[in-house]
């Protein structure tokens, strides 16, 4: 996503932001060293690259930049395509697209649109805190549903509770997966590497609260921290949360490091962890992602202990649709739920 491609009347010319691109520019009290970029979307249907591994095609992404300041967040990189920093400017320079929910209200409807399964939070969190300030994800859900065209949303931010009934209203139609990422339970960890997001506790509160509610959600362990959240006791101790939570699955997926984010997570570790910088470059020697014979044995052990509390993996592309429960029974539906890709 470029600037040229955001505006409704043409490229920006020279300057970073273009008056035909640019809304407007804000800083808020309430979002304290945030900078806001509200832009008019020409399209927010986003075709993923046939190279990348994600097992989906389209996305949709309302915002770029994320103030969950995840140190290892590999999306860093998109924003050096906008001529932005990738590092305290990813954090706190946020574009918004304050068009999304109409936009994708059109493109839904275009004739050459074939109802394929979207997926959002995949790139940056679509619940991250400038959601509930813009509220796009409401339009988005609700335009979706009115398609009953199939989504997935994978997320940190507990704000999706804010949206529990449109989910519902939605999974009655189509194919939904929720997902809720949650790497490890170690609060000193998660204060330094995610600052900007809920706890991973709250975030398992998350869960139960959705599966509660008949909204069956999995849970993507991720990322598993090489020497910081990766000891057998601390997977074991996160595996178990997470079947305590309610979670449908569990999903283990190693950190990768790619480039943008690579330089921002080593800077944070040698500041803090200055004994590991030697063993992660050498694990990393041989590019973004961790060894396979780590990913393997990091995927046995979650395995292992998911058997062991009953919970496993989801299979690929697997989606079950979800009735919303009848208003006169709040429990959720037996033998249904919900899967993200």
């Not at 309610?246 to 480039?259: D, I, M």
Request: net charge positive.
């Amino acid at each position: 996503m470029r600037w040229s491609g955001l505006g409704d009347g043409g490229a920006a010319t020279g300057a970073l932001f273009g008056t035909d691109v640019v809304t407007r520019t804000l800083d808020t009290p309430e979002f304290r060293g945030v900078t806001f970029h509200e832009v008019r979307a020409k399209s927010v249907v986003n075709r993923v690259p046939g190279a990348s591994r994600m097992p989906f095609e389209w996305t949709v992404n309302p915002y770029r930049g994320c103030t969950h300041a995840c140190v290892y967040c590999f999306a860093r990189k998109t924003h050096s395509y906008l001529d932005l920093d990738t590092g305290l400017g990813f954090d706190s320079q946020i574009v918004v697209k304050v068009n999304a929910p109409e936009v994708l209200r059109r493109e839904l409807a275009a004739p050459r649109w074939r109802g394929e399964h979207i997926a959002m939070g995949t790139n940056v969190d679509c619940y991250q805190r400038a959601e509930g300030r813009y509220r796009l994800m409401p339009g988005i859900i609700a335009a979706l549903r009115d398609r009953a065209n199939p989504f997935s949303i994978l997320t940190k931010g507990t704000l999706i509770l804010r949206d529990l009934e449109l989910l519902r209203e939605a999974a009655a139609v189509t194919d939904v997966g929720v997902s809720v990422s949650a790497g490890f339970l170690d609060r000193e960890l998660w204060r330094t590497v995610e600052p900007g997001t809920p706890s991973p506790e709250r975030r398992l509160d998350a869960v139960r609260t959705l599966t509660a509610h008949g909204i069956a959600c999995g849970v993507l362990m991720a990322p598993v921290i090489p020497f910081l959240g990766d000891s057998p006791e601390q997977l074991r101790a996160t595996v178990r949360a997470v079947a305590a939570a309610g979670a449908t699955s569990v999903t283990p997926l190693a950190l990768h490091l790619r480039p943008g984010a690579r330089e921002w997570y080593m800077a944070w570790l040698a500041r803090h962890h200055p004994h590991l910088v030697r063993r992660y470059e050498t694990m990393y020697a041989g590019g973004a992602y961790a060894p396979t014979w780590y990913q393997r044995r990091i995927t046995r052990q979650v395995h292992e202990y998911a058997a062991e509390f009953g919970i496993g993996p989801t299979p690929p592309g697997a989606h079950r649709r979800v009735p919303a429960p009848p208003d006169a029974d709040p429990s959720p539906p037996q033998g249904t739920q919900l899967s993200l890709l």
